[in-house]
């Protein structure tokens, strides 16, 4: 076993490139880990803690590619991440960059001098200024970039407010913008429905359903996950409800966040009153007589979100998504649990996306299933080590605990399936709840590697699986494939995050009965 390394001076590439090249060489035969970073101080110490190099020569604008293995399997993967590095991407492919030939925004406005968006995608140290380099250029903006601190984040979205112009972000995930899908986001139709979210997977899980309804999306705006803090004051999504409340494209807006600050949250209600069009509003978790007032509807989860939101669009009749299983829903639900010994009591909840995560919590939560987790709602406990589960746990892999100088799940499922089979061989779990998430920069056949997984366990003995796969058909991994695919192998799907959830909480409700115990 050995550790190589090789560094690229001034060869900068965006964050999204590397962790899909980093995903393609940790597959390899006899790769115990990669990562493939740029040569900031940050990712300098975590490689030197993942003991993949010390004292590494390279610099900020440096890339670094580091592998640990076998000698000629680690000799291959510095040979293909360089091919990688150095190819154009085949037509239809999720990776694969080459080399940019535009070295500043100055050159790629001259070039395209109409354009007025500019993506960043840089180490969060050098993020704030390229984002201020693109405000002053009259470019709005949208940063993947996260590790912004937030006395920069309030500096550059009251720079973009004083410019008329809208910052997506720090750490802002999705976005489709005049049909263009950024970041992580789905292949949806164009339509009248606008979105502003605060929330990467929250977006996908709404522009997906709306689409899956029928209708569809005239822009999907991010804020990043910081907003709608009191420090930020929700910037970003009162500029991006007052884009569309003027755009004569949008007939109904969607709001979504965490639970943000209250005043935060009355600012942004009052002005959504003021919109003059129906806006349907998910502050996760909180009490819809809190929100409803005229001209705003509050929606108790995503996916009812997204229902309303077509409803209203539609002028038919407003139904809440219901958040108890129906009568043939609860008899295959139990008919499922007969076979589990009634020492199966626990959900395990293993998450890419976040804000999939947080909803889960709180749906459990409402009916006594209190968990722990490393990113834990209030009222729920946070694990001291988030490599081992305890009680009732639901994780996000996602987060940066997971995901420091490592692909995002999205991208590289390798990780979070290693979690789903720690979970599955507990004898104490019950039920194993987790999602795929489909779209560009997602893996391109997500579910094949966990199947994998799944052929090797012992099904009699195993617990429940539940997920849900937030996509469209035409995603290029194409959501009806891959609902195929997990059914075939004895999943439950279920149709959107909250009901996998409400199904998740009605097993462990069903195995606590077999105890004669209640949640």
Not at 36 to 49: F, I, S, Y
Not at 449 to 455: G, K, S
Request: proline fraction near 5%.
């Amino acid at each position: 076993m050995k550790s190589e390394y090789k560094v690229f001076k001034n060869l900068y590439q965006d964050s999204v490139s590397l962790m899909q090249i980093s995903a393609q060489i940790s597959k390899l035969p006899g790769i115990q880990q990669a990562s493939v970073v740029m040569g900031t101080a940050t990712n300098l110490e975590q490689l030197h803690d993942a003991g993949l190099g010390d004292n590494i020569s390279a610099g900020p604008n440096d890339l670094i590619i580091a592998v640990m293995g076998a000698e000629d399997a680690c000799e291959e993967a510095l040979e293909l991440a360089h091919q990688h590095l150095n190819s154009k991407p085949e037509e239809g492919s999720n990776y694969g960059v080459c080399t940019p030939d535009l070295v500043s925004m100055e050159m790629a406005l001259e070039k395209e001098p109409a354009a007025n968006l500019a993506l960043i995608s840089v180490p969060g140290d050098y993020a704030a200024a390229e984002a201020m380099k693109a405000l002053n250029l009259g470019m709005n903006v949208m940063m993947f970039s996260d590790n912004v601190s937030v006395v920069q984040e309030k500096a550059i979205k009251v720079h973009a407010r004083e410019r008329n112009l809208i910052v997506m972000g720090p750490d802002c995930g999705t976005a489709i913008v005049n049909g263009i899908p950024l970041g992580f986001a789905n292949v949806v139709n164009r339509g009248a429905i606008g979105v502003v979210g605060a929330s990467g997977t929250g977006v996908q899980e709404v522009t997906c359903r709306i689409d899956q309804l029928g209708a569809g999306i005239s822009q999907a705006l991010g804020t990043g996950g910081h907003d709608l803090s009191e420090e930020i004051g929700g910037i970003s999504m009162l500029f991006g409800l007052q884009a569309l409340a003027e755009d004569e494209a949008t007939k109904v807006i969607v709001l979504i966040s965490k639970p943000p600050a209250k005043s935060v949250a009355e600012r942004i209600l009052e002005q959504a009153q003021a919109a003059g069009k129906p806006v349907v509003v998910n502050f996760l978790g909180a009490k819809p007589e809190d929100i409803t007032r005229p001209g705003v509807t509050a929606a108790t989860t995503l996916a009812s979100a997204a229902d309303l939101a077509v409803a209203l669009l539609n002028k038919t009749q407003l139904i809440q998504h219901a958040l108890q299983p129906d009568a043939a829903q609860l008899a295959m639900l139990e008919k499922a649990c007969q076979p589990l010994p009634a020492t199966r009591q626990l959900i395990r909840g293993v998450f890419a996306g976040g804000t999939f995560c947080y909803e889960a919590q709180l749906l459990c939560q409402q009916h006594g299933f209190t968990a722990a987790s490393n990113t834990p709602v209030s009222g729920n406990s946070k694990l001291t080590d988030i490599w081992q589960s305890a009680g009732h746990t639901l994780i996000d892999m996602g987060d940066d605990d997971f995901t420091r100088g490592k692909p995002h799940p999205m991208i590289d499922p390798t990780l979070r399936n290693q979690r789903l089979l720690a979970e599955l061989n507990d004898p104490q779990t019950a039920v194993v709840l987790f999602d795929l998430v489909l779209g560009y920069g997602a893996a391109e056949e997500p579910a094949a590697e966990l199947l994998e997984l799944l052929a090797k366990i012992d099904k009699a003995n195993a617990p429940l699986l539940v997920a849900h796969v937030c996509g469209t058909q035409a995603d290029p991994q194409q959501r009806s494939r891959q609902i195929d695919a997990l059914r075939a192998a004895g999943v439950i799907v279920a149709d959107c995050n909250a009901q996998a959830a409400i199904w998740a909480r009605t097993v462990a409700q069903v195995q606590a009965k077999k105890n004669g115990a209640t949640a």
